[in-house]
Nanobody
Framework: QVQLVESGGGLVQPGGSLRLSCAAS????????LGWYRQAPGKQRELVAA???????NYANSAKGRFTISKDNAKNTVYLQMNSLKPEDTAVYYC??????????WGQGTQVTVSS
């Protein structure tokens, strides 16, 4: 089992920044990809960014140039730095850990609201 605990969400004005953190514990050796997804009201959950154990990253088009995913292996933590936030970034953000056989672990989610 893998446990994922997110933190760092909140209310921010348009153009502002937030950094989300996701601390992983348990059988983290089984995880091959760590990522961030988000789900806005009435919409499907979508990938925002992901990073492999080898450090390769992948971003949604909406996140490119504004968001950066990174990980600290010593702390078993993955981060999502979000800059130039827009109202359409408002969503619940979920941390995801995917195993090599495509099993998904999820965190409880953290709310990000971008509003003036």
């Amino acid at each position: 089992q893998v446990q994922l605990v997110e933190s760092g969400g909140g209310l921010v004005q348009p153009g502002g920044s937030l950094r989300l953190s996701c601390a992983a514990s348990g059988s983290i050796f089984s995880i091959s990809v760590l990522g961030w997804y988000r789900q806005a009201p009435g919409k499907q959950r979508e990938l925002v960014a992901a990073v492999t154990t080898g450090g390769r990253t992948n971003y949604a088009n909406s996140a490119k140039g504004r968001f950066t995913i990174s990980k600290d292996n010593a702390k078993n933590t993955v981060y999502l730095q979000m800059n130039s936030l827009k109202p359409e970034d408002t969503a619940v953000y979920y941390c995801n850990g995917r195993t090599g056989n495509w099993y998904d672990y999820w965190g409880q989610g953290t709310q990000v609201t971008v509003s003036s």
